[in-house]
């Protein structure tokens, strides 16, 4: 299909201003900047077990020692896209979390979501709950947002009205695109990724990922400490 991207998306600095007014109007109060995190989350169709997938995230956020603020749907205009894009397209929503006062570091609050989406991603994307298989985490974090999908690059802009908004502004942008030739594009794998961007094929990447398992039991942390076996597996295949 002509208007079914592989996957594009943009990175950007965390908005704040943008993000407190657009929460002001859901009545969700947000804290300073650096005192909350944003999760893009990517939720199934079916309210039920949308429902299920939300009140497990936010045990897992409460179970970490953080607060839940709220959720909040964002925006979305799927009349640009093609078929394929919109058969598979999740709700998008944005969490919302407030940091603990125990963490009076910033890069321990950042870490602290890290584990949170990969306890999330453990408990509920592979976990075998029904429409958990739908549930994705785009980004989770005090510092950057990531506002991508199974798009082409001028379709991101109509896509996600929130970058419309006037009230949107960041000191950094990154915009990649992806163009699929060995694995089937999806909402998931659409770029850009959290921490990582890269260009080419991996063509080794079922051998990676499996020297990766072999070797996660020799990982320590003085950062991560007793919370370094919460991260395992530290790489899971979207095949």
Known sequence: EKNTGDGAGILMQMPHSFLA?????EKIALPGPREYGVGMVYLPRDPADRYKCEKLFEEIVVTE???LLGWRTVPTNNSPLGNWARQNEPVVRQVFIGRDSKLADDMAFER???????LAEKGIRYAG????????????????????GMLMPDQVKPFYGDLSDPAMESAIALVHSRFSTNTFPSWE???????????GEINTLRGNINWMHARQALLHSDLFG???TKLFPVIKALF
């Open 112 to 118: 602290k979501l890290y584990v949170i989406r990969k």
């Open 189 to 199: 794998r659409a770029h850009p990724y959290r921490y990582i961007s890269h260009n």
């Open 21 to 25: 007014e657009a929460c002001r109007r």
């Open 65 to 67: 020692g953080q607060h």
């Open 129 to 148: 709950i029904s429409g958990g298989n739908r549930f994705y985490i785009s980004s989770l974090s005090y510092k950057t947002i990531i506002y991508k």
């Open 226 to 228: 007793d919370d370094i």
